[in-house]
């Protein structure tokens, strides 16, 4: 006779009761796990079905781990290119505090951006003032 995981039937049982639609293999896993007097076929199947629902739920993990993993890189890939960019326009405006020709250039190049459609509408207005508007 297999044995049965008597608490991770009751939870998967509970879990399964609050989804909206449960599939096939759900409500299965359901049946078994509330009928009073499981015969030793039904607790096979039962043991079955709990084995490959610890495998779903470990395949599960594995994604969200996975996914955790990619968004940290892509978080830190978007920091990096961030902290990059403001180290440069940091570098760029102090040039052009000291030298009249770089802040000219410096002030076409924001009156063309706002101009041409680089600046984002939602952030015009945080802009405007720097392009004389």
Known sequence: ????????????????????SPNDTQR????????????????????????????????????????RMVDAEKAK??????????IWISAIETMA???GKVEHLLQQLRVKAFNEGFVSDRDKDAVKADVGL
């Open 1 to 20: 006779m297999a044995t049965i995981d008597t608490a991770y039937l009751e939870d998967l049982v509970k879990r399964f009761k609050g989804f909206k």
């Open 28 to 67: 299965l896993i359901i049946m078994l796990g509330e009928k009073e007097n499981r015969s030793a076929d039904d607790n096979r199947k039962l043991s079955v079905l709990l084995k490959a629902e610890r495998k779903a739920d470990q395949l599960a993990k594995a994604r969200a781990d996975a996914r």
């Open 77 to 86: 890939a978007r920091k990096a290119e961030t902290r990059r960019k403001l």
């Open 97 to 99: 505090k000291d030298d």
